[in-house]
């Protein structure tokens, strides 16, 4: 098969001829359809990630169809079409037994702790538990972006955030995990305020239904929120991941307001300066939003299907995958708007 693979951490990927992959014995091969591009595809070819061996192939927000099914599974047959969440539970540990295999521990990751979906073909282990069947009418791009940012989105806004009518929410970052979060705190009824650095970014997330948007390069932000807000958001997410975003998050909250860490921290911005005064005198909550499991996508997918949400709004660029290495190198400089997604093999 075709792959993508790099064999040092931040050299130049390459498109390869590789073996194709056969199913473990609880997995499934898939035949990839669509693909994005992702700042964590990023962020493992820089060399952030622990779990990843060289060579590596990269990719986690896939769709595809199942191309051959390994003899444990029970649930899955050649021709389905299916996605899969970036986090992929064992089936065996505490956390899987409640439910919770976003935080599986012994979590696997494709694209991360085994090659990934920048291929034609993707081995997902432990099939029964982690692939979700989409629903006929949904395009592939559209469902290879579910599978990263906008189900961690839903997790980090509606089980984590528990987002409700009438609160104020802040998005600090308005990449492909903050839009979606801007269209989903929306959904849910909230009053969204989008902050980032590019006016286009700002425009599409008023688009998605964002009721105040600030341009973070020309404002004092956490002053803004509280302004707009009249005394500071319910909830606010850093979707970007970064010291400034997430220090602006928590600044911006209200009292006993809920600051949700979504954006990743690595490398050197893995332990940053957190404004513990604020946190404590303000009984501030702090958490963390990790993927989304397998059985919760069914609440997100009948949001899609009725029409609450629109996914397909936050594709971008299409591209093929011998464009994947440029796409890849690029990605930190946030030049996107929405999701590139992958779709011709
Ligand atoms: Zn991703
Ligand atoms: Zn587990």
């Given at each position: 098969?075709?792959?993508?693979?790099?064999?040092?951490?931040?050299?130049?990927?390459?498109?390869?001829?590789?073996?194709?992959?056969?199913?473990?014995?609880?997995?499934?091969?898939?035949?990839?359809?669509?693909?994005?591009?992702?700042?964590?595809?990023?962020?493992?070819?820089?060399?952030?990630?622990?779990?990843?061996?060289?060579?590596?192939?990269?990719?986690?927000?896939?769709?595809?169809?199942?191309?051959?099914?390994?003899?444990?599974?029970?649930?899955?047959?050649?021709?389905?079409?299916?996605?899969?969440?970036?986090?992929?539970?064992?089936?065996?540990?505490?956390?899987?037994?409640?439910?919770?295999?976003?935080v599986c521990l012994h979590q696997e990751q494709p694209g991360f702790t085994h090659w990934g979906s920048f291929a034609e073909y993707v081995g997902i282990h432990q099939a029964d538990l982690?692939?979700?069947?989409?629903?006929?009418?949904?395009?592939?791009?559209?469902?290879?972006?579910?599978?990263?940012?906008?189900?961690?989105?839903?997790?980090?806004?509606?089980?984590?955030?528990?987002?409700?009518?009438?609160?104020?929410?802040?998005?600090?970052?308005?990449?492909?995990?903050?839009?979606?979060?801007?269209?989903?705190?929306?959904?849910?009824?909230?009053?969204?305020?989008?902050?980032?650095?590019?006016?286009?970014?700002?425009?599409?997330?008023?688009?998605?239904?964002?009721?105040?948007?600030?341009?973070?390069?020309?404002?004092?932000?956490?002053?803004?929120?509280?302004?707009?807000?009249?005394?500071?958001?319910?909830?606010?997410?850093?979707?970007?991941?970064?010291?400034?975003t997430m220090t602006n998050s928590i600044l911006c909250l209200r009292p006993r307001g809920k600051h949700v860490q979504v954006g990743l921290m690595?490398?050197?911005?893995?332990?940053?300066?957190?404004?513990?005064?604020?946190?404590?005198?303000?009984?501030?909550?702090?958490?963390?939003?990790?993927?989304?499991?397998?059985?919760?996508?069914?609440?997100?997918?009948?949001?899609?299907?009725?029409?609450?949400?629109?996914?397909?709004?936050?594709?971008?660029?299409?591209?093929?995958?011998?464009?994947?290495?440029?796409?890849?190198?690029?990605?930190?400089?946030?030049?996107?708007?929405?999701?590139?997604?992958?779709?011709?093999?």
């Amino acid at each position: 098969m075709k792959a993508v693979l790099f064999e040092k951490f931040q050299e130049a990927p390459k498109l390869v001829t590789v073996a194709d992959p056969s199913p473990e014995p609880h997995g499934v091969v898939l035949r990839v359809r669509a693909t994005g591009v992702c700042r964590s595809d990023w962020h493992g070819w820089m060399g952030h990630d622990s779990d990843i061996e060289l060579p590596h192939v990269p990719g986690h927000e896939l769709a595809g169809v199942v191309e051959a099914v390994g003899r444990d599974v029970v649930n899955w047959k050649v021709g389905d079409k299916v996605t899969v969440p970036f986090i992929c539970g064992c089936g065996s540990c505490s956390e899987c037994h409640a439910g919770q295999q976003q935080v599986c521990l012994h979590q696997e990751q494709p694209g991360f702790t085994h090659w990934g979906s920048f291929a034609e073909y993707v081995g997902i282990h432990q099939a029964d538990l982690n692939l979700v069947a989409l629903p006929e009418s949904m395009d592939f791009a559209t469902a290879a972006s579910l599978g990263c940012r906008f189900a961690t989105s839903f997790r980090a806004v509606i089980d984590q955030g528990k987002v409700s009518a009438g609160q104020w929410v802040a998005v600090h970052g308005c990449g492909g995990v903050g839009l979606s979060a801007v269209m989903i705190a929306a959904a849910a009824g909230a009053n969204v305020i989008g902050v980032d650095l590019d006016p286009a970014k700002l425009a599409l997330a008023k688009d998605l239904g964002a009721v105040a948007v600030i341009n973070g390069g020309e404002a004092d932000v956490p002053e803004a929120i509280r302004e707009i807000t009249r005394g500071g958001a319910h909830v606010s997410l850093d979707a970007l991941g970064h010291p400034v975003t997430m220090t602006n998050s928590i600044l911006c909250l209200r009292p006993r307001g809920k600051h949700v860490q979504v954006g990743l921290m690595l490398g050197e911005h893995a332990a940053p300066a957190v404004p513990m005064p604020k946190i404590v005198g303000q009984e501030i909550e702090l958490l963390g939003s990790h993927g989304m499991q397998a059985h919760r996508y069914g609440a997100m997918l009948d949001m899609v299907a009725s029409g609450k949400l629109d996914p397909a709004r936050l594709v971008g660029e299409k591209i093929s995958l011998a464009d994947a290495p440029e796409a890849l190198m690029n990605m930190n400089e946030f030049r996107s708007v929405g999701a590139t997604v992958i779709t011709r093999f």
